[in-house]
């Protein structure tokens, strides 16, 4: 059985950067095709960006770009986001999300707090 | 980006009630969307895949259907547990975007 393990809760000050991991239990990293989700309180689901499997390629949603940096530890299973420059409204639910059929695994989800 | 238009954003109904939840696509994005439940505190569970293709083990009463820009996502029979919220999701073009969502609520 799939499994994605995300790292514990994290609290930011404004400025700072944020590097969260998702561990792959249950399969390879290198099969799959890793995305980011967020979700701010009380809010809807926005995708952050993922790996395109046509070329390995991590793509960012414009509002995020120069700001987020996708990776991968092949040799671990683990992939992680890392977002700079955080403020505010960057305050969310942060989720890994992938599978076989559109996202049909997800991460338990990691809380990021911007406060100052 | 393409952008994904869901209504309602929010419903009431009862048990027993058949619900219709549409997504409307900015551009056509053939049959590239999924449909997801939502409780509260939980990541999202997918429901539908390609539109149509209901997940294994999600209830039958859950179905998909559309092509291209208009899209819909039906609960025959509404159950105590499907009180929750429900978004659509196309990832046909990157960027990849999310409806905004629907509460299901009594």
């Known amino acids: 059985q799939v499994q994605l393990i995300q790292s514990g809760a994290e609290v930011k000050k404004p400025g700072a950067s944020v590097k969260v991991s998702c561990k792959v239990s249950?399969?390879?990293?290198?099969?799959?095709?890793m995305h980011w989700v967020r979700q701010a309180p009380g809010k809807g689901l926005e995708w952050v960006g993922g790996f395109d499997p046509e070329d390995g390629e991590a793509i960012y949603a414009q509002k995020f770009q120069g700001r987020v940096t996708m990776t991968e530890d092949t040799s671990a299973d683990t992939a992680y986001m890392e977002m700079s420059s955080l403020r505010s409204d960057d305050t969310a639910v942060y989720f890994c999300a992938t599978g076989w059929n559109a996202f049909d695994i997800w991460g338990q989800g990691t809380i990021i707090t911007v406060s100052s | 980006a393409i952008q994904m238009t869901q209504s309602p954003s929010s419903l009431s109904a009862s048990v027993g009630d058949r619900v219709t939840i549409t997504c409307r696509a900015s551009?056509?994005?053939?049959?590239?969307l999924s449909w997801y439940q939502q409780k509260p505190g939980k990541a999202p569970r997918l429901l539908i895949y390609a539109a149509s293709i209901t997940q294994g083990g999600v209830p039958s009463r859950f179905s998909g259907s559309g092509s291209g820009t208009d899209f819909f996502l039906t609960i025959s029979s509404l159950q105590p547990e499907d009180f929750a919220s429900y978004y659509c999701?196309?990832?046909?073009?990157?960027?990849?975007?999310f409806g905004q969502g629907t509460i299901v609520e009594i």
């Open positions: 551009q056509d994005i053939r049959y590239d």
């Open positions: 999701l196309q990832d046909s073009n990157y960027p990849w975007t």
């Open positions: 249950g399969y390879t990293l290198t099969e799959l095709s």
